[in-house]
């Protein structure tokens, strides 16, 4: 069983920034890729960024790309987002994601594809 534990949510505004800790629990986190997936009231889950098992290979949202940055540290068991240049439209519940079942150096890039998922952390973003 994985427990993911998201943290680093708040309120900041429009410009300001953010950064999302997620800390799992287990022994194998080095081999799980890993995502951050937000929903907003009345829209889809979407991937905003996701990270291979050893942290070479990303993905990013277009619309957060450039923007927001994931990483991780497999020594922590730790995977962090760093949000920049917020924007109203980025408000949502974060949560983040693994994959365990994923044996390559590649990002999963379907929220349907991760198994085990975190209770989320909540952004919000004033204008």
């Known amino acids: 069983q994985v427990q993911l534990v998201e943290s680093g949510g708040g309120l900041v505004q429009a410009g300001g920034s953010l950064r999302l800790s997620c800390v799992a629990t287990?022994?194998?986190?080095?081999?799980?890729?890993m995502g951050w997936i937000r929903q907003a009231p009345g829209k889809e889950r979407e991937l905003v960024a996701g990270?291979?098992?050893?942290?070479?290979?990303?993905y990013y949202l277009h619309s957060v790309e450039g923007r927001f940055t994931i990483s991780r540290d497999n020594s922590k068991n730790t995977v962090y987002l760093q949000m920049n240049s917020l924007k109203p439209e980025d408000a949502a519940i974060y949560s983040c994601?693994?994959?365990?079942?994923?044996?390559?150096?590649?990002?999963?890039?379907?929220?349907?594809?991760?198994?085990?998922w975190g209770q989320g952390t909540q952004v919000t973003v004033s204008s």
């Open positions: 994601a693994a994959d365990p079942r994923l044996y390559l150096e590649a990002v999963t890039r379907f929220p349907s594809e991760y198994d085990y």
């Open positions: 990270i291979s098992r050893s942290g070479t290979s990303t």
């Open positions: 287990g022994r194998s986190f080095s081999g799980y890729a």
